[in-house]
């Protein structure tokens, strides 16, 4: 049991940390108490993990075709660099 | 000067790290400076390439030069830039707008089916939106997989600027979600659809 009980606002604040195991011990055990109680926080919860799965994919397929043969001849010239 | 087998080590690193240092170097530095920013950044690493101990620890390497390299022209450039002013995003709750404002009535996966509109070219997009001191923690943990004190480590910032930075991106990320739904025409918002 934590000390306190804490606010759907705090909770929600802190469910990226909880994600990423970022918070400390009694941080985190008082996000986890408000979720065993908070549907809403829950689903907050899910779309945070989600969202976080979007940020990931976000480098797909950057790399033009003129850049990657600019950087490639700029590479291929690094044994002139002083 | 390296020696001709280090110089070729590192040319087959670089040609084999391209495509991920290039997006870091978008992410972080925007399209338009992102080609000259690699550049910048392999020749640096042409100067420490004898500092690297494991070669097999390249790929990392490479990224926290191209970081550090970033971060030195950004600390030039807020020299005499101004702050962009950032308003109160605190309170912002994707999750919650969507619950609010119902844009697909119909359905019974809402939040699924909002983050199935976008492309990775869309959230592309929304993310080179975001001022660079937010995005580029954001990128750096979540694009990257840095962990929240070597990101403080590699922008030379105390580990709570940097926590609260995160916590800022993040809800700025979905505000500027939320916000290109709607120019794109993602969503259906009620007050439009209750005027047809």
């Not at chain 2, 080609?35 to 392999?42: K, S």
């Not at chain 2, 950032?86 to 404002?101: G, H, K």
Request: hydrophobic fraction near 40%.
């Amino acid at each position: 049991m934590v000390d306190r009980m804490i606010s759907c606002v705090e909770a929600v604040r802190h469910l990226w940390e909880f994600l990423d195991q970022g918070l400390p011990d009694d941080a985190n055990q008082a996000v986890e108490e408000h979720l065993a109680r908070c549907v809403r926080c829950c689903g907050e919860l899910e779309f945070a993990r989600k969202l976080r799965g979007v940020l990931r994919t976000a480098t797909a397929g950057q790399l033009p075709d003129d850049v990657r043969g600019r950087l490639a001849g700029f590479i291929d010239d690094l044994d002139h660099a002083e | 000067m390296l020696t001709a087998s280090d110089t070729a080590a590192l040319q087959q690193l670089a040609r084999d790290e391209l495509p991920g240092l290039y997006g870091l170097a978008r992410h972080l530095a925007g399209p338009n400076e992102a080609e000259d920013l690699v550049q910048e950044a392999l020749l640096r690493a042409c100067e420490s390439f004898g500092s690297l101990r494991e070669h097999r620890a390249g790929a990392r390497w490479l990224r926290v030069i191209l970081t550090n390299v970033w971060r030195d022209r950004v600390r030039k450039e807020t020299r005499t830039a101004r702050e962009v002013p950032v308003d109160d995003v605190e309170a912002f709750s994707l999750y919650r707008v969507l619950v609010d404002e119902d844009p697909y009535p119909y359905s019974d996966t809402l939040h699924l089916d909002f983050l199935g509109a976008f492309t990775d070219g869309d959230v592309d997009t929304v993310l080179l939106r975001l001022p660079p001191r937010y995005r580029a923690p954001l990128v750096l943990r979540y694009v990257e997989g840095f962990a929240t004190r070597q990101i403080a480590q590699l922008l030379e910032l105390p580990l709570g600027t940097v926590l609260s930075q995160l916590h800022r991106g993040r809800k700025l990320f979905e505000r500027a979600m939320w916000d290109y739904a709607d120019e794109c025409g993602f969503v259906a918002r009620r007050d439009a659809a209750r005027s047809v």
